[in-house]
């Protein structure tokens, strides 16, 4: 349904109420394959991952994993770490391959000012498995949190969108034509709290953005869309436990697919069919030869071939509590997930 802003303290109100623990719908299982080195921090470090899909030899491909404390890490398929890249305070990442000078560009929100929020920007040499760091592009004033690209169908235009902690949006037109990235706000959008996970569907240009304690929104991602957000899924106890957090897509054909967010109250993944958003079904990683997955933050899915282990597609998620070792990213293989909500 599509809220009028008069009607968005209505929709919050229906989402605040007392939820359960576990929510009571029905909930499928899964496991993890591998998992990533844990993060060398301590506490609350490893946050949230992007993928890059090596279309020559899919076995190596990459995933990129930021530390919210230390850095940015790149890891193979395997889950050992090939490079570290210091940056404190990145937040979300994500990628797209630009082509040209760069290549594969990754962007990720940057929280070292709390009062200025900014996007840092990096080349991954694909080649030597690292990141390069290019720029640091301001935004605007606020503490960002979420991050995610979109590259517009049409014309390969490049929009970066970085969600502040308050519930702010800002979309940035980035401009790769010069000898380093620029970027400059062109628009900016409103949730009533706070949020982080978001992703864009290049094919659609629809944004999806998790409100932490409300539920799942989507935009219009061109600049002169409406900034007036549908409500897709609520926060209620049943499909999503708070806190809804990190959104990935499984895109289909011209629209279709699916879009998954992570139910970090109750360790669980909650499943949507697109282009309608229509509710699926839901899943969890539990213990299996790699330990079971709690209090997800960021979350990625690539479909595609990723060699033996992954050869439907990857989805990595981070694991809030790896104890006893420190937080890291579990690899799992999207196929399982597909035979276990019968996708």
Known sequence: MRLPLLLLPLFLAGCASTQPAMSPLPTASVTAKLETQPVATMEDAADDPAIWRNATYPAQSLI???DKRAGIHVYDLKGRQVSFTPSPRLNNVDLRDVGGNIGVLVAASDRQD?????MALF????????????VTLPVDTGEAYGMCLWQRARDK?????????????DQVAIDLNGPVPSGKVVRSMKLGSQSEGCVVDDRTGILYVAEEDVGLW?????PDGSNIP???????GKEIVMDAEGVALAPSGSDGGYVIVSSQGDNAYAVYKLPEANYLGRFRIND???????????IELMLGDFGPEFSDG??????????????????????????????
């Open 64 to 66: 990129i994993g930021t």
């Open 114 to 118: 709390l009062a200025q929020a900014q």
């Open 123 to 134: 080349r991954l040499d694909t080649a030597a498995q690292k990141l390069l760091p290019l």
């Open 157 to 169: 235009a490049l929009f970066g969108f970085v969600v502040l902690k308050d519930g702010r949006i």
């Open 218 to 222: 989507k935009f219009d991602a061109s």
């Open 230 to 236: 549908t409500a897709i899924a609520k926060a209620d």
């Open 288 to 298: 299996g030869a790699i330990d079971g997955v709690q209090e997800t933050d960021g």
């Open 314 to 343: 990857l989805f990595v998620v981070q694991d809030g509590d790896n104890r006893p070792a420190t937080q890291n990213f579990k690899l799992v293989d999207w196929a399982e997930v597909k035979r276990a909500l019968g996708l």
